[in-house]
């Protein structure tokens, strides 16, 4: 006679049977695989998923320092497994009865049902601090796998900003102002008077915090200022203290430019000092840049400046309209040495395009005289390059005369609000 196939009925009602309380690690495992010979005649995995469990916990001490978290690893790991498994296994006694086990363990053990894993099966985990593996839990979950979305925002020179939104704008800002302010990042800038007399201003300060994140990362906090650009947080470290990779500060030039990778975030930071002033920029996956509560709205990345602090650039003036209006010979303020045409002639030394950087710049020089502004505005249309994710939008340039976008052929505008505070500046 063959041998019988033993009932799976009892052992699979014990979860719900007996106290979990009685349940240690080891007992949940044993019982588990003793069961596991209820289902061999079908594909389901689900022994393997129990043994790799077994494997991953077998050498834990429970009186030690540290257990809980590995043990929660290895049990988020246990129930990626089942999951991966779950069309295979439907109907399988021995599957259910494994996951309401882990259910149960987990509550015992305050687990999170989402967190770091411990690695047994490539095909089953992921990287929570690592954001590309967000998407391979979205589809261990059953959601359509896309691509993110990513925004950029920067801002440079007197000071220019440009949104979440590809909106460019012109401000005053003078002190301290939020450019971003969500539940994982919070950055902000403070900005002085360039030179005296002049609404001109530029940022000579920034603070970002990185928000504590799972296991991922500790609160983190980053303090540049002119002349003093770390290469590491206000602690004195370079990185996340949980994990080395998920966070870290890299100096790409000596108290000049250091970048910032919260990959646990998918978020890049340059922050760079030329001359006097500092410019940032960033890209930021967009379900992280707009999770923020009503109450932080005040962000000049999300909404731009405030309209008592925007310069206005609703509407457009020819370049030549500017040229007619201010002196050609010489200016009038002590500090600016140029005029339209040698301003116009040195940023395009720097920026070949004449879009909106190209007038950016120009707009600096003839407000501030100061030559690092070419560099700056130069410096931040390089970070769109590197980090903006559509190409097609790098470039910026002002409307016609008929009021459509500008191609690289056609003729290039200024806005009024431009023209309105350089006139300022030289009367």
Not at 308 to 326: A, F, K, N, R, T
Request: with cysteine; charged share 20%; proline share 5%.
């Amino acid at each position: 006679m063959g041998r019988a196939v033993p009932s799976c009925t009892a052992e699979a009602e014990w979860p719900r049977r007996l106290p979990s309380a009685t349940f240690g690690p080891i007992a949940v495992l044993g019982l588990l695989l003793s069961t596991a010979d209820c289902q061999l005649q079908t594909p389901c995995r689900i022994q393997k998923c129990t043994t790799d469990f077994m494997s991953l916990t077998s050498h834990l001490n429970s009186a030690l320092d540290g257990f809980d978290l590995e043990f929660c690893k290895a049990l988020r790991a246990y129930a990626a497994c089942t999951y991966h498994n779950s069309k295979v296994c439907r109907g399988n006694l021995v599957y259910h009865s494994a996951v309401l086990g882990i259910s149960d363990l987990m509550s015992q053990r305050n687990c999170s049902k989402d967190g770091p894993t411990s690695s047994t099966n490539h095909e089953v985990t992921h990287d929570p601090c690592n954001y590309s593996g967000h998407a391979g839990a979205r589809e261990h979950r059953g959601e359509e796998q896309t691509s993110p979305t990513f925004l950029f925002c920067g801002l440079f020179g007197d000071p220019h900003l440009r949104t979440f939104k590809d909106h460019f704008q012109t401000c005053k800002v003078e002190g301290a102002w939020p450019l971003i302010d969500n539940n994982y990042l919070s950055v902000q800038v403070t900005n002085v008077p360039v030179v005296p007399g002049s609404s001109a201003t530029a940022t000579n300060k920034i603070t970002i915090i990185f928000k504590s994140y799972r296991d991922c990362t500790d609160q983190k906090v980053y303090q540049a200022v002119t002349d003093d650009l770390p290469a590491a947080f206000v602690d004195g470290t370079s990185g996340s203290d949980r994990n080395t990779k998920s966070l870290r500060i890299v100096e790409k030039v000596g108290g000049k430019y250091v970048e910032m990778h919260a990959r646990y975030i998918g978020t890049t930071v340059y922050i760079r000092q030329l001359g006097h002033y500092l410019t940032m920029a960033i890209r930021m996956p967009q379900e992280f840049a707009m999770a923020y509560e009503e109450s932080q709205d005040l962000q000049l990345c999300v909404n731009g400046c405030p309209s008592s602090e925007c310069i206005d650039d609703s509407g457009h003036l020819p370049l030549s309209v500017m040229g007619q209006l201010l002196p050609q010979s010489g200016a009038t303020h002590p500090w600016s040495v140029y005029t339209l045409e040698t301003a116009t002639t040195k940023c395009h030394e720097k920026i070949l395009v004449k879009d909106i950087y190209f007038y950016s710049c120009v707009f600096d020089l003839l407000t501030t005289g100061d030559v690092n502004f070419t560099a700056a505005a130069h410096s931040a249309l390089k970070d769109v390059e590197a980090l903006h994710p559509r190409k097609e939008h790098w470039h910026i340039f002002p409307s016609n005369e008929s009021g459509g976008g500008v191609g690289k052929g056609s003729k290039f505008f200024v806005s009024p609000g431009l023209v309105c505070l350089i006139l300022a500046a030289f009367l």
